[in-house]
């Protein structure tokens, strides 16, 4: 992921990325976190060179997010399933992209069924 996150920074600080491979999960999760900052500035405070902003979410942001997916479909398979999330009410905002991340908020449940309002049954 931080490879396809890296190539969306490269439209808006120019160059290459090519990301080495380190030595433990621990580095590469910093990594990846120092990557999504430094583009999240990026996006923040520039234009994209060489491509919309529409063609980045729908080619390197939309092939991180299914990278996401898969990580947690594998997650599922492996016995240590991702907690449900209702991202609707997730505290999530755009000078937090750091590995300090809120807890997930998990959707409510109404007769064992999700409740989009994220209320919680009192039964």
Avoid at 45 to 52: D, H, I, Q, R, S
Avoid at 53 to 76: F, I, K, N, V, Y
């Amino acid at each position: 992921m931080t490879g396809v996150l890296g190539y969306a920074r490269t439209f808006f600080v120019g160059g290459t990325f090519e990301a080495e491979v380190l030595p433990n999960l621990a580095e590469e999760a910093a990594r990846f976190h120092e990557m999504l900052e430094s583009l999240g500035h990026a996006i923040d405070t520039a234009e994209p060179n060489g491509a919309t902003h529409e063609q980045l979410l729908q080619g390197p942001l939309a092939d991180a997010m299914t990278h996401a997916g898969q990580l947690a479909l594998l997650r599922r398979l492996a016995g240590s399933p991702v907690p449900a999330e209702n991202f609707l009410k997730a505290d999530v905002r755009p000078d937090n992209l750091g590995a300090d991340q809120a807890e997930p908020r998990a959707p409510g449940r109404r007769d064992g069924k999700w409740d989009p309002r994220g209320v919680v049954s009192e039964e």
